[in-house]
């Protein structure tokens, strides 16, 4: 039995363990999977998988490149280390290696309790900020695209999706202020971030898919 990993958001499909929850036994072999398959957690074909390989004797050491140090190279704060630990831990957790997940979320919340509470920017600095990361997409597409890679192009594409839908919230928000939020709940999806307000999320997440219980509610503080 082998395992096979989806090349976009990392879900390891483990033939001996199969994929009850979509009509597949266990012990599928993932060539004997359905032609119609996807991951259950982004929606990726099976052609995006790929078989996980073990490594060769001469890997046991890989070599190492060494990197010039630019000036402008600088310490990550505690709240960007926070960041970082908090995507690695939800990364393991959709890989089912729950360990490496509660490790990385200790990590997690020990930079962001080491953090300094940041001073609360004006809608205008945010909506400069992602008028700023929407500019970088483009640039971004083109050097995955001259790569092939496929994972950094769909991950780019919903990126900007999402980021898309942040910018247009910021002109309802200044329309309607607290109201926007009255009797409603923020939702967000887990694998693309994708943001909706609203009593109830969607089916299916419009930019990557993926079915509602991927969409959890964002508890306000």
């Known amino acids: 039995m082998a395992n096979y990993i989806c090349s976009i ?16 036994p266990a012990g599928t072999l993932f060539a004997d999977l359905p032609e119609n398959w ?22 046991s050491k890989p070599i190492l490149e060494v990197q010039e140090q630019h000036d402008d190279l600088r310490a990550l704060s505690p709240m960007e280390m926070s960041a970082i630990f908090s995507n690695l831990s939800k990364g393991c957790e959709k890989q089912y290696r729950l ?25 205008a600095e945010l909506s ?33 999706k999402v980021t898309k839908i942040l910018s247009g919230m910021i002109p309802r928000y200044k329309k309607n202020g607290e109201a926007l939020l009255a009797d ?7 694998i693309c971030g994708f943001v909706y307000i609203g ?14 219980l991927k969409i959890k509610p964002v508890q306000r503080g």
């Open 9 to 24: 958001c990392g879900y390891v499909y483990d033939e001996t363990l199969g994929d009850p929850e979509n009509g597949v």
């Open 128 to 160: 400069a900020k992602i008028q700023d990361d929407l500019k970088g997409y483009a640039g971004a597409g083109q050097t995955a695209a001259g790569a092939s890679d496929r994972g950094a192009m769909r991950a780019l594409i919903w990126g900007e």
């Open 199 to 212: 009593k109830t999320p969607p089916e299916v997440c419009p930019v990557c898919k993926v079915p509602s």
């Open 38 to 59: 996807v991951c259950p957690l982004c929606g990726a074909e099976k052609t995006d998988f790929n078989a996980e390989e073990g490594l060769q004797p001469n890997d």
């Open 184 to 190: 409603t709940q923020i939702y967000v999806c887990d």
């Open 99 to 123: 360990e490496e997940a509660q490790l990385f979320g200790q990590l997690s919340e020990y930079y962001s309790g080491q953090a300094e509470k940041e001073k609360a920017g004006s809608l």
